[in-house]
């Protein structure tokens, strides 16, 4: 059972775009992070939201935790190429993290 | 780079097999994770090592199992290798049980044929 639900799955854009992607689940989760992973690589954590209705910023990324702390979204404004990857979402309880499937972008030049 | 080695990068093994994998944890952390990430899929949470104790079990069969040692280092050992075992296998450190925080190897890529 897949208890983070991310969306979309694949999302293909030209550079200077802008993105949304989102994670949802049913579950409440004591905090959310988000992880960007590169082929060949482990995830290395963005950003960890704590706080329902947080709001995160680092550089052109923008992360949100939903009031109910059950969903998350991260925004991307004018998209690079070094955006490339694949974007987990992880829901902490306890010792443990529930990941989502995750969202593969890709940045066209 | 977050000073959380894996060895070895690529293993291939045959079914039924035994396999080992190592994990050094980053510098000061005392709690190490280990997940399994099958192609297309997020990372999943096999067991946690916490004081050379497991702290914490996911959802997998008892052919996996692990040791922490006292520098905090770690081991996952597979018994009776399955082809389903194929799959991306990636160590956590972590500053303490509690702290999700994790940090990342590079990961293991596993092979069973």
């Known amino acids: 059972t897949q208890l983070l639900e991310q969306s979309p799955q694949f999302l293909s854009i030209q550079e200077g775009e802008n993105l949304t992607v989102y994670c949802n689940s049913s579950s409440v989760f004591s905090s959310l992070q988000w992880y960007r992973q590169e082929p060949g690589e482990g995830p290395v954590l963005l950003v ?12 052109r990324l923008t992360f949100q935790f939903g009031d109910a702390r059950k969903d998350s979204s991260l925004h991307i404004t004018a998209a690079q190429p070094g955006d490339t990857g694949l974007y987990l979402c992880a829901g902490a309880r306890s010792y443990q993290l529930t990941f989502g499937k995750g969202t593969k972008l890709s940045v066209i030049p | ?5 894996q060895s070895p990068t690529h293993l291939i093994k045959t079914r039924g097999q035994q396999v080992t994998l190592r994990c050094s944890s980053q510098s000061g952390h005392n709690t190490v994770s280990w997940y399994q ?9 096999i067991f946690q090592y916490y004081r050379e104790e497991e702290n914490g079990r996911g959802n997998f069969p008892p052919r996996f199992s692990g040791l922490q040692f006292p520098n905090y280092s770690s081991e ?11 799959a991306l296998y990636l160590c956590a450190s972590s500053l303490e049980p509690t702290n999700t925080e994790a940090f990342f190897g590079q ?7």
């Open chain 1, 48 to 59: 960890t939201v704590v706080t329902g209705g947080e709001v995160k910023k680092l550089k």
């Open chain 2, 76 to 86: 996952l050992n597979v018994n009776a290798l399955e082809l389903d075992d194929s």
């Open chain 2, 107 to 113: 990961g293991t890529r596993l092979t069973v044929v």
């Open chain 2, 37 to 45: 990430q099958a192609l297309g899929q997020g990372p999943q949470f």
């Open chain 2, 1 to 5: 780079e977050t000073g959380v080695t």
